[in-house]
């Protein structure tokens, strides 16, 4: 009985210890997407969310096409929460997608500080709203924000990417007023997105007197 005790109460380990402790314990040079959602399924979809948004949301220079491809995760995991699913899949062939190790660790590396100071200013709050109901408010506001995320123009992604990594956390943490501060702050950049729409769209439709 103590023993069961025990395990109750002992605090759950913060989601960014978690991930670097995940790669820290896997030897191998690659680590697919299959075996990382494997070692993570636990935590369900918040921490797949959060692994898939991390990238989108570090402050440095990114290839073209590099979010689009972080979207389709989130597409993905979004759509099943949407559906009431209650354990995350993925499809074969993305769960065989390969990641260097040094990749994962630089991410790791360059993410978990800011992590960090999120997670210390998280408590249990609006409790009274499931988990479940949450994962599909969630669900439905990821899928808007990475339809943001997929599309290949600068600063179109970096603020709904934000969003979806505070919702996952404050999931995480059962933490209801950080899940609307991140769609908050996701709607902001889908609305930063629509004006950058607008404007191209603007453009193009002038007539040119040359």
């Known amino acids: 009985m103590e023993k069961e005790k025990t395990r109750v109460t002992h605090p759950e380990r913060p989601t960014s210890d978690f991930l670097a402790i995940v790669v820290v314990e896997n ?6 997407v299959g075996e990382i959602k494997h070692a993570l399924h636990e935590r369900g979809f918040g921490i797949l969310m959060a692994i898939a948004a991390t990238p989108i949301c570090l402050p440095v220079p990114v290839p073209p096409g590099y ?6 995760p989130l597409f993905i995991f ?18 065989k997608k390969r990641i260097k ?24 709050r609006m409790t009274y709203i499931s988990v479940h109901t949450w994962e599909r408010v969630i669900g439905f506001f990821s899928f808007v924000f990475a339809m943001s995320i997929a ?22 943490n059962k933490d209801g007023l950080t899940i609307l501060i991140g769609m908050l702050i996701g709607t902001i950049g889908i609305g930063f997105v629509m004006i950058v729409l607008v ?12």
Not at 67 to 72: A, E, G, L, Q
Request: aromatic residues 10%; positive net charge; proline residues 10%.
């Open 67 to 72: 979010t689009t491809i972080f979207s389709i």
């Open 101 to 124: 190790r040094p990749t994962l660790e630089k991410i790791i590396a360059k993410a978990n500080p800011w992590l960090k100071r999120i997670e210390n200013r998280m408590q249990p």
């Open 27 to 32: 030897k191998k040079e690659h680590m697919t």
């Open 78 to 95: 979004s759509i099943q929460m949407i559906l009431g699913m209650r354990e995350p899949w993925l499809p074969s062939w993305i769960e």
């Open 151 to 172: 599309l290949p123009l600068p600063l179109t992604n970096f603020l709904p990417g934000c969003g979806i990594l505070i919702m996952s956390l404050g999931l995480l």
């Open 199 to 210: 404007m191209i769209w603007m453009g193009l439709s002038l007539p040119s007197f040359y």
